[in-house]
């Protein structure tokens, strides 16, 4: 666990073989946390990908959800390294369109960062296909997505709201209904 854990964050490039044989070792274990098998098959994923075995990487998808259950956050983890894999070693943009598009749509009530994370990641891929309009609407969307708690705007935004709402109360002391 330690050797994995380590793996994950050291920035070798050679590392992607032996955090390949590992993940497949770990695998076996019949007792591992649900949580714990998502993250090993996100990083057997990506481990693939990083070798040029992007395909492969992918038809482990279907394994890697069938492991996370019905948890709805793990499952969205797994779709979103799939996104990663089709936009940046397989540069197929159309699929990873759909995938980060339907993994927005499915979790936009889901308050966790993973979701913030597709909508940065959609935008980043429209950077990279070249379609900056796009970009910008994806960027936009991540504002508003992921966020934990109530409150959705910054302190600026709360504050101009304030100044408009006492002058239309004072527009309406003055009987300017229509300005108001």
């Keep these: 666990n330690d050797l994995f854990h ?4 050291c920035e070798q490039s050679t590392r992607w ?3 390949e044989r590992l993940c497949r070792e770990l695998l076996k274990k019949p007792d591992l946390d ?5 993250l090993i098959y ?3 994923m990506e481990s693939l990908a990083e070798q040029g075995r992007g395909d492969e990487a992918l038809q482990l998808a279907a394994d890697a959800k069938k492991s996370a259950g019905k948890m709805e956050t793990l499952r969205a983890r797994v779709q979103l390294e799939v996104g990663h894999v089709d936009t940046e070693f397989l540069k197929d943009y159309k699929s990873a369109d759909k995938i980060f598009s339907d993994l927005i749509t499915d979790c936009a009530r889901l308050r966790h960062p993973l979701v913030r994370e597709a909508a ?3 935008g980043d891929m429209f950077i990279d296909s070249g379609d900056l309009g796009r970009a910008g609407t994806a960027f936009r969307l991540a504002k508003t997505l992921g966020v934990v708690g109530l409150v959705t705007e910054g302190q600026n935004d709360a504050t101009t709201r304030g100044a408009y709402i006492r002058m239309a109360e004072q527009l309406l ?5 229509r300005q108001s």
Excluded at 6 to 9: A, E, G, H, M, N
């Design 6 to 9: 380590f793996l994950l964050i």
């Design 17 to 19: 073989p032996v955090l």
């Design 34 to 38: 649900l949580k714990y098998r998502t």
């Design 42 to 44: 996100v990083a057997l």
């Design 120 to 122: 940065v990641s959609w």
């Design 173 to 177: 002391r003055d009987g300017n209904v």
